[in-house]
């Protein structure tokens, strides 16, 4: 799941963040992220068969944990790229004692609110 650039944020669900930090190969993932990596690149640092790989990718951006880019090839075979999409999480308890999460992101840079706009305007075409 890629996230619009463009769309308003809201934080996703406490059951589906709290859920992605409890799987241990996500955790693995986040770990193995000091950088944006390829799919690929993490088989190879997280020892996760690729199966495996890819539904816990998909887990972790739909909790936006994770950010999903494009790398841009030219010879056309482009790959997505994952970030680590938050700086802290923090689950809160209101006057009613219901629990919440926030979601605390780093801030983008110009350029990669650009190439992010301009991923998703490619994926259009």
């Known amino acids: 799941m890629v996230r619009d650039p463009l769309g308003a944020e809201e934080d996703p669900d406490l ?53 999903e880019g494009t790398e841009i090839r030219q010879d056309g075979s482009h790959a997505g790229r994952y970030e680590v999409d938050f700086k802290e999480v923090v689950v809160t308890r209101d006057g009613d004692r219901v629990l919440d999460v926030e979601i605390e992101r780093p801030a983008r840079r110009a350029d990669e609110r650009l190439a992010e706009l301009w991923s998703e305007v490619r994926k259009e075409l």
Do not use: H, N, Q
């Open 15 to 67: 059951d589906t963040v709290l859920g992605a930090l409890y799987d241990e190969d996500c955790r693995a993932i986040v770990a193995a992220l000091d950088e944006p990596r390829t799919a690929s690149e993490l088989v190879e640092r997280c020892d996760i068969p690729r199966s495996t790989l890819y539904r816990k990718l998909d887990r972790l951006t739909e909790s936006t944990l994770l950010y």
